[in-house]
């Protein structure tokens, strides 16, 4: 079967500006692709490139291996810079219309309005709604066809903390069912909590593309002295390949509760430890090297 | 492309904004066609405009020429504005990308907004007519004459102009709302041009240069004027003279009704959603 998203150097120019530049962008079956990138970095553009609204200045766009026509869309559903609906409405009504656009029976309404957890409000205007409330009610249009691949461009927008955890676990569930997801975001720490695969964009150009775990795992640093001694004693505890010296640090790449021991087995040894951390790789440097570097990936 | 239909006049049914207009125009209708000359005839007001036109022109005989008077002017005006509506909204509140993701079809959506709009149009003249006869109905009880109906053909070809005139104001709407992509802006425009400059042109214009009055003759206005003029809508309403032949009006109300959805159609396809 053909891939789900596919483009080939898929450009678009607006005057001077040349919001997405030759992009070439895989999205594979059953995976959940995270496009990243900073702010006016050509995300919504592309995205809307993929689903007809903006037509490219050159280059192609390929979904599901067909190319736009005639059932163009027929399994996808999207969710484009926030939601918009009709405000005199009530949110059942919304999806009601749209599923008349979309050819889909009514009947699929109640449930998808049960998976954004709207039920209780469905029957209240549009326009009534919070801006979360907005943004689920748009999850759930975007879920009207039973799509084989979700196309959602900063879904978490306006959400509180509780409105994120629960859109990621819906992401989380689609995908497990089976569900191609595409989702922008400019947040690296976002995007690794729920994709398999990163690519970051920057000024409209790719610029690398990831496997989540590529941008560096947590690890285990240990301020020890002698530093020799305690890479030894480390290295005979956890496996000599998982200790490297990071300046006048251990690095170790072990699990968090294996700290403890650590500790004890070097102080046993009569090493000196002055400090012992938890240490996050900093996504976010990473992230502003990425887009402020403009290297360009093959 | 009926489930397309379906919705659009779900959207459209229930739109506040679409029954305003439709009560608006029926109670213009009435006061400028049936309160205010029944006023000035009764001698209420005796100065009254349309005083002159006298009973039996409010009686049920002519009540389709009352019923149609008002669409070179205010029903022309508000069927603009249900034009802008059923197109110009999806741009302000953003919703064309909500329907054309489920969609892809833009041709499919606007077929079924012409349909929504023939269908707005012809609910409109209906009531137009309806109300008319009503009131011309309670005319002739008032003043206890017999109530005598219009021909079944007087009523079709009245109806038929009516709708026509009104779904080429319609389309200009359309038109416009997809080239300005909003709602104010081509209601605005709309209006100035339908209220303000047709009149200019032919009550200031036309008379003093020749060409303008040549050029009249194929303005819409003018062609819906000649049009419901030539099916009994008094010429003393603003906008109602017979400038050309019913048959060439129409004709020409038709290629600008065609023209206009053309346009717009071809605009809405070729360009991008935001
Ligand atoms: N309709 C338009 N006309 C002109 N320029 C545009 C238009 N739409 C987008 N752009 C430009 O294209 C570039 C990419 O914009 P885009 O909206 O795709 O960025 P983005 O990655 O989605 O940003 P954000 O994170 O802020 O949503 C920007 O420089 C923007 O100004
Ligand atoms: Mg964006």
Redesign the pocket.
Known sequence: MSDPVETTALT?R??E?L??DQLRLHVRDGEVYGFL????????????MLLGL?RPTSGGVRLFGRPPGPGYLASVGALI?GPSFYPYLSGRQNLRVLAGHAGVDRSRVPGVLDTVDLTDRADDRYGTYSLGMKQRLGLAAALLKKPGLLIL??PTNGLDPAGMADMRRTIRKLAAEGCTILL?S?LLAEVQQVCDRVGV?AQ?RLVAERTVGEFGTASLRVAADPLAEARDVAGRLVGAERVRTEGEVLELDVEPDQASRINTELVRAGIDVSELHWHEPDLEKTFLELTGAQSHVE | MWSNVRAEFAKHARRPANWLLLGIAATLSVVFAYLIPYAGLSGATSDAPNSERGLDSMLPAQFVSNAIGGVPVFVGALALIFGVLVVGSEYGWETWKSVLVQIPSRARVYGAKIITVLTGTLILVLTLLTVAATASVVVATVESRPINWPGPADLLAGAGGAWLASTMWASLGMLLAIALRSVALPVGLGLVWLLAVQNLLSAIAAPLLDWVADMQKALPGPNAGSLVASLGARPDTPGVAELVAPTQAALVLGAYLVAFTALGGWLLQRR?I?
């Open positions: 678009k607006y005057g500006i919001a997405v990138g900073p702010n006016g970095a050509g995300k919504t553009t592309t995205l809307r903006v810079e461009d900063e922008s400019h964009i409209g | 991008d935001h």
